[in-house]
């Protein structure tokens, strides 16, 4: 049996630094050598999984094949590795908690005293070598990212199971890497060494020795400044990297190439591999950096003030305008404001290529978005919604086109003659809130001649979900007589997975129950996103 290389990823100084993409970029880097590396994320909050908490708080809970509400991160290792992650990717304090107090109720530890060492910690660290056991040994590197910040109550178990982790396999066969802040303070025109010093003096505290430091700065690091880091924190000098603010997220794995950051890291676990093979990885960047021109689309949500909760989206867009080298500006379009009668709409759209509707939960705004898909419907301008957005272009169209007046959905009104869009059957009898949706990755077929044919070019299809309620297959003869088409379906014909309008009624209309976004990468854009951003692009050049 091969011995897995284990690298641990914390963070310190402060929170959002970047280390979900330092440890996809790692994971990049690797990959690209020809080695087999996965990711997994250590999240610190008592919640069992992200899937109940507010995107506001957390931003975008990411989905994965098998259904599992993950932290946006695992979006991240995704995107870079080119490669599905599982729940197995993804452990939350929460979990931990729930197996051992489950195992205690048991009588698994009968007699003892169940304490954080070292039960919760044994269950911490069985959790990362179950991914080595699950693959059968697959991996050549397993990256581990600790959430939190170095110095946190909440994080300490976590880096307390590291420790021992790191000193049963033994030097060489793990290490780890500080991601930290070098501030820029403008007044004294310096970048200051302290918080990473005081930081790397906390991880000490605790029996952590960093192997690298990876510090985050606005400017160039100088070697005199890379010698006082190294100096004052015990690390080599050669260890210590810098990761400068870049442009683009998907521009940090070839800066910290070019800082040698992989050779260092596999220097220090004593791993050989091939040279990186970063061409194509390059070449998209250079589109992302150098668009032909900009487009504009709109985009309707309910979480328009923080853009994290719908990461995915947004990187979607990214990777669909390098493919069409153009670059996406998301225009956020509060919906509620589309509601108000002093709302001009002619002045919102007049600079819009392309309307997204977002997903998401509960009844606010969704006037406004049905207000914005009528525009886009009447004025041919390029339309996706995405599972909220296909059910509020169905209630759009059953009002506006079939003239069922004030048809709705019945999560946003109890009392609907026309319940167009209404709870699946099986989910009226679930009264739990955390992991009860349908969720994860479910088949589906695709009509041919269609447009959604035309963006996948093939009939099976699979797409992750995320949703309780559906279009309500009464109204299918009504909907599909005024001209929607039904263009997926579940394989049993009983779900609408995907509508669109025909072609020589509007140029590009399409909505999806399930999310496109969750699947889309940077080499390879998701095909609907892809072709809605074509769209986009031909409908500017028409207004040009
Ligand atoms: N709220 C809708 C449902 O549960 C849509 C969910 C979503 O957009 N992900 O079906």
């Given amino acids: 049996m091969k011995q897995t290389k284990y690298i641990f990823l914390t963070g310190g100084v402060v929170s959002s630094l970047g280390k979900g993409i330092a440890s996809a970029s790692l ?3 690797l990959k690209s050598r020809g080695l087999k590396v996965t990711i997994q994320k250590f999240d610190p909050y008592i919640n069992v999984d992200p899937g109940t908490m507010s995107p506001l708080q957390h931003g975008e809970v990411f989905v994965t094949d098998d259904g599992y509400e993950a932290d946006l991160d695992l979006g991240h290792y995704e995107r870079f590795l080119d490669e599905n992650m599982s729940k197995d990717n993804n452990t939350t304090s929460g979990q931990v908690y729930f197996e051992v107090i489950q195992k205690e109720r048991k009588g698994n530890y009968l007699g003892a005293t169940v304490q954080v060492i070292p039960h919760i910690t044994d269950e911490i660290k069985r959790r990362i070598r179950q991914i080595d056991e699950k693959s059968k040994n697959k991996y050549d590197v397993i990256i581990t990212e600790i959430g939190g910040t170095v110095g946190d109550i909440e994080s300490l178990p976590f880096l307390e199971a590291m420790r021992q982790f790191m000193l049963e396999v033994g030097k060489s066969n793990s290490i780890c890497i500080h991601l930290t802040l070098v501030p820029y303070i403008s007044a004294a025109g310096e970048l200051k060494t302290k918080p990473t010093q005081h930081s790397v003096k906390t991880l000490l505290e605790i029996g952590i020795q960093p192997d690298i430091l990876l510090c985050r700065s606005e400017k160039i690091l100088t070697n005199e400044l890379r010698k006082k880091i190294a100096l004052f924190c015990n690390v080599e000098a050669e260890a210590v990297m ?9 521009e940090v794995p070839l800066n910290l190439h070019k800082e040698k950051f992989d050779n260092v890291v596999l220097k220090k676990l004593n ?3 091939g040279n990186p093979q970063l061409n194509k990885w390059n070449r998209i960047v250079n589109k992302i950096k150098s668009p032909r021109k900009e487009i504009n689309i709109a985009i309707c949500g309910k979480y328009n003030v923080v853009p994290d909760a719908y990461k995915s989206i947004t990187e979607s867009f990214v990777h669909a305008g390098a493919y069409n080298n153009v670059s996406v500006k998301l225009n956020w379009i509060d919906s509620e404001l589309l509601e108000k009668n002093s709302t001009n709409i002619d002045d919102i759209f007049s600079e819009i290529s392309g309307l997204l509707v977002c997903p998401g939960f509960g009844d606010r705004g969704i006037e406004g978005k049905i207000t914005a898909i009528k525009y886009a419907r009447e004025n041919k301008i390029p339309f996706f919604g995405i599972c909220l957005g296909l059910q509020c272009a169905v209630i759009e169209f059953a009002r506006n086109v079939c003239g069922l007046k004030n048809a709705n959905s019945k999560e946003f009104k109890d009392n609907v003659r ?3 869009i ?5 989910q009226k009898s679930i009264k739990v809130k955390g992991g009860s949706m349908r969720l994860g990755s479910y088949p589906c077929i695709i009509l041919k001649k269609s447009l959604a044919y035309k963006c996948y070019k093939k009939e099976f299809i699979n797409e992750r979900h995320r949703h309780r309620y559906e279009v ?3 109204y299918r003869k009504i909907l599909s007589d005024n001209g929607m088409i039904f263009s997926g379906l579940s394989p049993d014909g009983s779900l ?9 009624i509007h140029p590009f209309f399409i909505a999806t129950q399930f999310h496109p976004e969750f699947k889309s990468r940077l080499i390879k854009p998701h095909p609907i996103f892809r072709e809605f951003v074509k769209s986009a692009v031909e409908h500017s050049n028409k207004k040009c």
């Fill in 27 to 29: 994971g990049l880097l």
């Fill in 242 to 250: 810098q990761s400068i603010d870049a442009k683009s997220i998907y």
């Fill in 271 to 273: 791993l050989s591999a």
């Fill in 418 to 420: 026309f319940n167009v």
């Fill in 422 to 426: 209404d709870l699946m059957e099986y």
């Fill in 472 to 474: 309500n297959n009464n």
């Fill in 496 to 504: 609408i997975e995907m509508i669109e309008l025909p072609e020589d």
